[in-house]
């Protein structure tokens, strides 16, 4: 059964695809319909024509001081800050994705340079051929340093390359041996990445052109003909599709739209036809993918900037980083595990305190039902102020719990002063439906 296209849609895909949705956004999309909204999210184009401009990191301010291009911290904070002001929020949702996916971490790599070199590899090709995202990684130098790349010889191979393509970026366990690995290993040899020069280069001599067989092909190959025998496995296709469907629509998507978006995949290989599949299916929009997401530190802090107008500040760097997912560092290969793993004892506390510090920035008029007649407000009752305090916040519908529990605390106030509207601020930040997407 086709669904519909209502505000609740809307603010569903884009909870998504993006970081939250404005009133333009919501009005635009309606305007546009489902199908002209999702095209417009996965090649790349705005929703509204009120452009934000994303400027140099040299050119952006948090709390009065430029950032520094060199500093990891002042870099964690430019990439919030392109999340927070970009027209195409998901290209920065599969720049995010590709980060996880391909997991490199600043803690060994040591540079700044090549992590956001590395980031910008994974935003130019964030909706585009996995073939080429594949191919270029191969060569990013923080793969190489992260994966050891340049200790990988002739004779001697070394397999954490090999090994993490066939696990992590393209079949999954099960589905290749530990002799392909080796015989990927000896296809890898010779490349290094070289300081000196600042780029990735190929030593023929420390080339292992020898015969291999891998995953049931021979021959004598290389890097590029390993990515082609890899694309030529069912297996990448489905383990891609459901990486896509856990991130983008639900944790459990059931084998007919995993196999259905795995075939647009093997069809294609371009990454925004696969979710251009996923966002305007109907399964997309059922109750079993609604609010069923939780929100990653990045996520809640992006939209929250979002939906309150927040100034950049470096508490937001410091928020994400105390959550749970600190940008540039994951924690090992696999990437962030995400879900559940986010609503971790010590990162609920931080989304506590992060959630003060926000409900104090905000603005007075912030709470008023109806601007034009501030004086009105005093007469509205508590259940319809959080439900409007709510969709101002784009948060999903609110159970009769959360508003029956933050309506008892406000009568246990003599006076609905300004502080006790901003603690009511912090526990909607706080409650079960704000952690979710």
């Not at 021959?219 to 990448?236: F, H, P, T």
Request: hydrophobic fraction near 40%.
């Amino acid at each position: 059964m086709a669904k519909g296209w209502t505000e609740r849609e809307i603010i569903h895909l884009l909870n998504r695809a993006a970081f939250g949705a404005s009133e333009l956004d919501i009005q635009s999309c309606l305007s546009f319909g489902k199908k002209e909204t999702v095209q417009r999210l996965v090649n790349g184009l705005p929703l509204t024509d009120q452009l934000q401009r994303i400027t140099s990191i040299e050119q952006v301010q948090a709390d009065g001081k430029a950032l520094k291009a060199d500093q990891l911290i002042d870099q964690q904070i430019y990439w919030l800050y392109r999340m927070i002001q970009s027209n195409n929020p998901l290209i920065e949702k599969m720049t995010l994705f590709w980060h996880s996916h391909f997991a490199t971490s600043f803690s060994k790599v040591q540079s700044v340079p090549l992590m956001v070199r590395q980031n910008e590899l994974f935003r130019s090709h964030a909706l585009g051929s996995y073939r080429d995202l594949l191919l270029a990684v191969g060569t990013d130098p923080a793969m190489m340093i992260w994966l050891d790349v340049g200790d990988n010889r002739k004779g001697s191979p070394n397999e954490n390359y090999a090994r993490e393509v066939m696990e992590l970026f393209t079949l999954g366990r099960g589905h290749y041996s530990e002799q392909d690995v080796k015989e990927a290993a000896r296809s890898f040899t010779g490349w290094r990445y070289d300081r000196d020069k600042d780029q990735p280069a190929f030593n023929p001599n420390q080339h292992d052109s020898g015969l291999k067989s891998i995953l049931g092909v021979q021959g004598n190959m290389d890097e590029g003909d390993i990515v082609e025998v890899l694309l030529k496995q069912s297996a990448l296709y489905d383990f891609l599709a459901l990486k896509l469907l856990e991130a983008f629509a639900c944790e459990d998507p059931s084998k007919t739209w995993r196999a259905r978006i795995a075939s647009h995949l093997t069809q294609s290989l371009q990454i925004k036809d696969a979710l251009y599949e996923i966002f305007i299916s109907d399964e997309f929009y059922d109750n079993n993918c609604y609010m069923t997401l939780i929100k990653s530190p990045v996520e809640y802090v992006v939209s929250l900037a979002r939906s309150l107008s927040l100034p950049i500040s470096r508490s937001m760097a410091s928020a994400v980083n105390n959550m749970g997912q600190e940008l540039y560092r994951p924690p090992d290969v696999a990437g962030w595990r995400g879900h559940e793993s986010w609503l971790m004892t010590s990162y609920l506390l931080v989304r506590f305190q992060y959630a003060e510090t926000v409900s104090k920035q905000v603005g007075s008029d912030w709470f008023l039902m109806d601007a034009a007649k501030p004086t009105a407000t005093a007469a509205v009752p508590m259940d319809e102020r959080l439900r409007t305090w709510s969709q101002r916040l784009r948060i999903g519908q609110l159970t009769d719990a959360t508003i029956d529990g933050l309506t008892a605390f406000s009568q246990d106030s003599l006076l609905l002063t300004d502080s006790v509207k901003r603690q009511l601020l912090q526990m909607l930040l706080l409650c079960p439906e704000s952690q979710l997407k």
